[in-house]
C-alpha cells in the first residue's frame, strides 16, 4: 500500500505560479513511477505530468508542457508539480498517483494508487 497526500492548491492570479507536493509513505518511493492528473468541473479527468519511477523519463500533456515541471525527491518521498505562467484553464482538483515499476504510457490513467486531491484556481 501507498499512502499518497497533495500539497500547495491555492488560488492565484493569471501569470502566477504555484508548486504542488504529493508525500508519499508505506513503501519504497523510489519504486513508484508519479503521475500528476487533474480533473475540472464536469469534464473528464487528465493527465498533466509523470516520471518515471528512475526519474529518467518524464512526460507532458500538450497543454502544460513548457509551463509544468515535474520532479521529484526520492530522499524526502515527494513528487512536486512546479506550475508557471498558469492560466484560468489550468482550474481543477490536482491529484498525484502512483504506479509500481511502470515504464510507459505515463500519461495512462490506471495507476494503482491516488491521492485525495488538491483544488487550484486560477483567476482571471
Known amino acids: 500500500q501507498v499512502q499518497l497526500v497533495e500539497s500547495g492548491g491555492g488560488l492565484v492570479q493569471t501569470g502566477g505560479s504555484l508548486r504542488l507536493s504529493c508525500a508519499a509513505s508505506?513503501?519504497?518511493?523510489?519504486?513508484?513511477?508519479m503521475g500528476w492528473f487533474r480533473q475540472a468541473p464536469a469534464k473528464e479527468r487528465e493527465f498533466v505530468a509523470a516520471i518515471s519511477w528512475s526519474g529518467s523519463s518524464t512526460d507532458y500533456s500538450d497543454s502544460v508542457e513548457g509551463r509544468f515541471t515535474i520532479s521529484r525527491d526520492n530522499a524526502k518521498n515527494t513528487v512536486y508539480l512546479q506550475m508557471n505562467s498558469l492560466k484560468p484553464e489550468d482550474t481543477a482538483v490536482y491529484y498525484c498517483a502512483a504506479d509500481r515499476w511502470r515504464t510507459d504510457r505515463l500519461w495512462n490513467s490506471d495507476y494503482g494508487y491516488w491521492g485525495q486531491g488538491t483544488q487550484v484556481t486560477v483567476s482571471s
Open positions: 508505506g513503501r519504497t518511493f523510489s519504486w513508484y513511477t
